[in-house]
C-alpha cells in the first residue's frame, strides 16, 4: 500500500528554518517525480514544489523561489524540503505525494506536517 510519512513540521519565528522530509513507501521511488503541497486553513491546498526522478528537474511555487530547497536520496525513500526565510504566510499543514505537476496518489494522502511561522 501507498504511504507518505511527512515529518519535521513545528513552531518557528518569522525569518526561522525548518526541514521537512517525506518517507515514501508502496511504489517504486526512483520511478516517481515527488512534490510537496501545502494546505492553509480555509484553503485548498496547494502545489509547493516538485522534484523529478534523478532530481534534475525542480519546480517551485512563486512564493517560494529562493526560500525552498527540495530534494530527494532515492536510496532512503525520501524526499526533503528545505525552507529558510520562512513567513506567517508559510503556515499550512504540509503533505508530500507522487506526481510532479498534480498529485497521482491522491487517495494515499499522509497526516502531514504543521508548520505554524509566527511573526
Known amino acids: 500500500q501507498v504511504q507518505f510519512l511527512e515529518s519535521g513540521g513545528g513552531l518557528v519565528q518569522s525569518g526561522g528554518s525548518l526541514r521537512l522530509s517525506c518517507v515514501a513507501s508502496g511504489f517504486t521511488f526512483s520511478r516517481y517525480a515527488i512534490s510537496w503541497y501545502r494546505q492553509a486553513p480555509g484553503k485548498e491546498r496547494e502545489l509547493v514544489a516538485g522534484?523529478?526522478?534523478?532530481?534534475?528537474?525542480?519546480k517551485y511555487e512563486d512564493s517560494v523561489k529562493g526560500r525552498f530547497t527540495i530534494s530527494r536520496e532515492n536510496g532512503k525513500n525520501t524526499v526533503y524540503l528545505q525552507m529558510n526565510s520562512l513567513k506567517p504566510e508559510d503556515t499550512a499543514v504540509y503533505y508530500c505525494n507522487n506526481g510532479f505537476t498534480r498529485p497521482i496518489s491522491t487517495a494515499y494522502w499522509g497526516q502531514g506536517t504543521q508548520v505554524t511561522v509566527s511573526s
Open positions: 522534484i523529478s526522478t534523478t532530481g534534475e528537474n525542480l
